[in-house]
């Protein structure tokens, strides 16, 4: 039997991709291995949405060198958004690997392994760029191909990730994306419901719909054009899912309609995330973000109207081309006005083919942009913490994941552990518990809090006033959809 051992960096998708491909490659007799060392087949599906993400690629590959020089039989492969990005260019960085592979022909994985391994040669399969064929012929060149599962890849078996998009049409000026991931094309709502009821026969409780901007999606045209708000609605009524997400949000098609699915359908978690990346008019001009500040702030009044209790969460790149002191204060402020569940802030990372990297210099210092970033995510933190400590004393129904972070890194084994989930607002809970409650929806009551942890306990119908004398007043509802 061969092994397998693959390493996944970036983002959900990438997440989901190296599911998708460990799936097609067991039904090929294919078992995983925990090390590289244990394996025959070593893959990395990687990022490029960042020069750390692909650094860090590059790195892994070089010490591997010297293994393909003493077992030369191993097969290593480099898939995913860095693969269709430098193509080429990682056969000439490192020489000994024997795939490379975009996102967009994932599903040729193992005929490529096997072409490989019978000693045809390096394989390269991308898809087109977007400009190297008719608009059809490229879209079908970056089409995801029809998912297996495998839930032994997923962070948990009771949580999974599902596509309903692929692509990108937005061109910010500092994403690879567009030409990584190719056009923007929504699934069919009919093969995204039939793979959500597989997930749910294997006893996902929670899914997560992806998708580069999700609330962009559609699918067909003219009247009988199905929007993301009509597929959540069927979604919802497949027995056995608990919870539905989606991530990640575009400001300009949060429309009034999505939320008003969001608010009526009580699967569907008030959690939104939607990326600002600047609180300045002029830098959103010059990423090429396609709205203003007053556009977002008129998409919050429009969440805070229709879901009072939704959590948003963002995501800012601080440092971007000409970023000026007064543009960041701007950011600040709106960091302090729009009060984020959390956010995620990163230094702007130039990246080659990019319209940014074209028409503007990386022109903010790393001393500058580290600052930045470390003054915006001060900021961010004492707003997550009051936030998470107004929470005190209410009681949320949690999804147990399993072990928390602390206890796995401790290596804590037996009934009594660290638990952790994800409120429906998905907050992490961690509480004292037993690993028999993972998969399981419980009622946890708050009694301590960070910025990035609600600390509880499991709620008990006749609780001591010792113990729980801070959770007198606390409210509950049937799924607490503000957690």
């Known amino acids: 039997m061969m092994r397998l051992y693959i390493e996944t960096v970036g983002c959900q998708m990438n997440v989901l991709d190296s599911e998708l491909v460990v799936a097609s490659l067991k039904r090929q007799g294919y078992e995983l291995a925990r090390a590289a060392d244990q394996a025959d087949t070593i893959l990395f599906n ?24 003493d077992f030369p039989d191993k097969i290593v492969g480099v898939l995913g958004c860095m693969a269709q990005k430098d193509q080429q260019r ?55 191909f029809d998912p297996l599962r495998d839930p032994e890849m997923r962070p948990t078996p009771f949580q999974a990730y599902l596509r309903i998009q692929v692509g990108c049409d937005k061109f910010c000026a500092y994403c690879v994306v567009p030409m990584t991931r190719g ?28 998708g ?58 008030p959690y939104l995330h939607v990326p600002l990346q600047s609180g300045s008019d002029p830098v959103l001009e010059r990423m090429k973000r396609g709205y203003t500040v007053d556009d977002y702030r008129s998409m919050m009044e ?9 959590a948003v969460s963002s995501d800012f790149i601080v440092g971007f081309c000409g970023e000026t002191e007064d543009d960041f204060e701007r950011t600040k402020e709106c960091v302090r006005a729009f009060r984020f569940k959390n956010s995620f802030i990163f230094k702007y990372s130039e990246r080659s083919g990019t319209k940014a990297a074209e028409r503007f210099p990386d022109d903010v210092p790393d001393g500058i942009k580290q600052r930045r970033n470390n003054e915006l995510l001060e900021i961010q933190n004492a707003i ?15 999804l147990v994941e399993g072990p928390s972070k602390t206890a ?44 990035h942890t609600l600390f509880g ?27």
């Open 46 to 69: 990687t990022c490029s949405v960042r020069q750390h993400a692909e650094d860090k690629v590059y790195s892994a590959l070089g010490k591997l060198k010297r293994t393909k020089q």
């Open 90 to 144: 990682v056969f000439d960085r490192a020489p000994y690997v024997d795939l490379v592979v975009g996102p967009g022909q994932l599903h040729r994985v193992p005929e490529l392994i096997e072409e490989a391994r019978r000693g045809a040669g390096r394989q390269l399969a991308v898809s087109l760029g977007r400009r190297e064929g008719a608009v059809e012929a490229v879209r079908r060149s970056h089409e995801s």
């Open 183 to 210: 056009p923007e094309q929504g699934r069919h709502p009919d093969a995204i419901v039939a793979e959500a009821r597989t997930l749910a026969d294997q006893g996902c409780l929670e899914i997560v719909l992806l």
């Open 212 to 269: 580069q901007t999700v609330n962009s999606y559609r699918y067909g045209t003219g009247p009988a054009t199905v929007r993301l708000a009509h597929l959540l609605e069927r979604l919802h009524a497949i027995d056995g899912i608990r919870r539905l997400k989606f991530v990640t949000g575009f400001p300009k098609d949060m429309t009034r309609e999505l939320l008003e699915a969001v608010r009526d359908l009580p699967k569907v978690s």
């Open 302 to 310: 429009r969440i805070r109207d229709t879901l009072p209790d939704a």
């Open 384 to 398: 997550s913490e009051e936030d998470n400590v107004r929470l005190l004393g209410r009681t949320f129904d949690v």
């Open 408 to 451: 796995r890194k401790k290596g804590e084994e037996g009934p009594d552990i660290q638990m952790t989930g994800r409120t429906h607002c998905d907050r992490i809970v961690v509480f004292d518990g037993e690993t028999r409650q993972a998969g399981r929806i419980l009622p946890i009551t708050i009694y301590d809090a960070s910025a």
């Open 457 to 483: 306990i499991l709620d008990i119908p006749d609780p001591t006033p010792q113990v729980y004398s801070l959770l007198q007043g606390r409210s509950r509802g049937d799924e607490e959809r503000c957690g």
